[in-house]
């Protein structure tokens, strides 16, 4: 990526609109005036209404609204023109190859205008990382999430730790630069102090269930139970569509069938899985074998007992009943008189719909369970947890070291891996991967 090229793309959503925005950033994007009429600046941050023309031509491309950011006042700290004209394929092509041929520009890569915001001071990493989860969200829950992050205040924690380590590192350098002056012990057992205070803050940090990550790749749910118990209906009801086969013949599921939902806001990944029971057939057996995986890494666990067998219960389904599950008997219509039973949670139909409303409440409910109290703002992304580890090992070797010059080795290390999370340290390294996975247009 050439910081000096000026870039340009579609910024709104690809394909037929009634508007589409065009983003041009650069030392030359003020170029774009040469084909207006008025060919003058605009008021910076004002629309302006403008007719677009072709410059070998002079023909008409379209009237549309130009917003003018002069550097560095604007998204990227660049010169950025912001063109709204109307969305048809021949407009945006016209358009396009005429920008084409200003030898400065070029089309922007995936992530290009993010990514210099970050080199040009407006954003830091955690910021661009969150405004790439705004755009991606997909429920309220994750809206709030990534808006939380984008404000900034997972950087602004971050750079309160990066405070004390700057401090305690200037503190133990002193140490060193005066070691042949009597300083007061009281300024290494403080610096000792402090940091075991951190490595306890940054622990607590770290012990949150995984719930902002949960977030943002949606909580895990397992259908799980015997064959024909109804748990592909269960599934087709709650995803709302014919998402999994339904037959009377046991073991039609062999595979784990997953559907996105959103629950109360909540990202949500349901899973169907194979029907529990003693196999010998290589195919079936396989897929219990990838059930039992499901349950064992899903965050809520939906046993479903088979109504027509009640009160008999599966007795390989029981023994998967732990601190996340909803014991559920299906098939209620069946029953004569269902009864309340110790243990089971509900008695639904899901070929009537009886019992699933109460059902969702409750799969609600544990998801508020679970994000509740986690203490804001949530670890994000996998990146931030293992440069978190890193710098808690590095404060902790920083208690054992032996001199003062190694406890501030330690120190510094742990200052940067602190540092790479928010982009305060070098990281070319890790910026491609980190802006690879954003749309073009940001």
């Known amino acids: 990526m050439k910081q000096a090229d000026t ?53 008409l491309i ?27 394929r021949a407009v945006l092509e ?9 030898p400065s520009f070029r089309l922007a890569e995936a992530g290009e205008f993010t990514r210099r915001a970050f080199e040009n001071d407006k954003l830091d990493l955690t910021e661009a990382e969150a405004l790439a989860d705004l755009v991606n969200a997909e429920t309220e829950a994750q809206r709030r999430q990534a808006l939380r992050q984008f404000e900034g205040a997972l950087s602004q924690f971050y750079e309160n730790w990066r405070l004390q380590l700057t401090k305690i590192l200037a503190h133990l350098e ?7 002056e009597d300083l007061p012990k009281e300024v290494e057992e403080k610096n000792i102090s402090e940091i075991r205070l951190l490595i306890a803050e940054i622990t607590r940090h770290l012990d949150d269930r995984r719930c902002g990550e949960r977030l943002r790749d949606g909580f895990s749910v397992a259908i799980l139970g015997p064959p ?18 339904v037959s009377s013949m046991a073991g039609t599921t062999r595979d784990v ?28 057996g396989e897929g219990i074998k990838r059930a039992l995986a499901r349950a064992e890494k899903a965050d809520l666990k939906l046993l479903v007992f088979d109504g027509e067998k009640w009160p008999a219960f599966d007795a390989t389904t029981a023994k998967l009943k732990s601190d996340n ?67 808690s090992t590095h404060l902790q070797c920083a208690l054992k070291a032996s001199a003062a010059e190694l406890r501030a080795e330690d120190v510094r ?26 749309c073009i247009g940001k």
């Open 7 to 59: 870039i340009f793309a579609l910024a709104s959503a690809a394909g037929r609109a009634g508007v589409a925005v065009v983003r041009i950033s650069g030392s030359e994007a003020r170029q774009i005036f040469s084909l207006c009429k008025p060919r003058e600046l605009p008021t910076p941050r004002l629309a302006s209404l403008r007719n677009l023309h072709n410059p070998e031509n002079g023909d």
């Open 62 to 88: 379209d009237r549309g609204l130009l917003l003018w950011f002069p550097a560095p006042h604007s998204f990227t700290g660049e010169d950025v023109v912001e063109i709204h004209i109307h969305g048809g």
């Open 94 to 102: 016209a358009l396009v190859g005429c920008l084409r041929k200003f």
């Open 174 to 180: 002193a140490l060193i630069d005066f070691s042949d």
């Open 228 to 245: 024909n118990a109804g748990k592909s209906s269960l599934l087709n009801v709650l995803a709302r569509r014919e998402a999994a086969i």
């Open 257 to 284: 069938v997953e559907v996105h939902l959103d629950l109360g806001g909540y990202p949500v990944t349901l899973a169907d899985t194979a029907g529990l029971r003693e196999s010998r057939e290589t195919i079936e």
């Open 325 to 391: 599950t909803i014991l559920i008997v299906n098939k209620a219509d069946l029953i004569a008189a269902p009864n309340s039973h110790a243990g089971i949670d509900l008695f639904i139909s899901a070929q009537t719909g009886q019992g699933i409303a109460e059902l969702i409440d409750k799969i609600i409910a544990a998801i508020d369970i679970y994000f509740t109290n986690v203490g804001p703002p949530a670890l994000t992304r996998a990146r931030h947890r293992a440069a978190l580890e890193e710098c």
């Open 413 to 438: 290390l742990a200052l940067r891996a602190l540092g790479r999370i928010t982009g305060c340290v070098d990281v070319e390294d890790l910026l491609d991967v980190i802006f690879r996975d954003f």
